[in-house]
């Protein structure tokens, strides 16, 4: 995932949407598109997930085309219900 904006990276945020079909999803997430340095707009109604990085991660903003991707990795054990995630925030020379 692209990183828009510069700042600092506490933790990451997560949420589930179910594309029923084109014209309707069931979301427990934003409400609508973020913009960057805005509040965002959730539902309040569901729950989210918030996954903490041990060490917060300063981000510079893009500066001459260099962005940041957020690199990802989720694995799911059906037969324990276990989670695990890992996140990385690259420079996208390196991702």
């Known amino acids: 995932m692209c990183v828009c904006s510069g700042g600092t990276c506490n933790g990451v945020a997560m949420w589930m949407e179910c594309r029923l079909n084109s014209?309707?999803?069931?979301?427990?997430?934003?409400?609508?598109?973020?913009?960057?340095?805005?509040?965002?707009?959730?539902?309040?109604?569901?729950?989210?997930?918030?996954?903490?990085?041990?060490?917060?991660?300063?981000?510079?903003?893009?500066?001459?085309?260099?962005?940041?991707?957020?690199?990802?990795?989720t694995v799911f054990r059906p037969h324990t219900g276990d989670v695990n995630l890992q996140f990385t925030l690259v420079p996208a020379a390196e991702a």
């Open 23 to 73: 014209n309707h999803v069931v979301t427990s997430g934003l409400l609508s598109a973020p913009s960057p340095g805005e509040r965002l707009d959730w539902d309040r109604h569901s729950r989210q997930a918030v996954h903490l990085l041990s060490t917060p991660v300063i981000v510079e903003p893009s500066v001459g085309g260099q962005r940041w991707t957020l690199r990802h990795r």
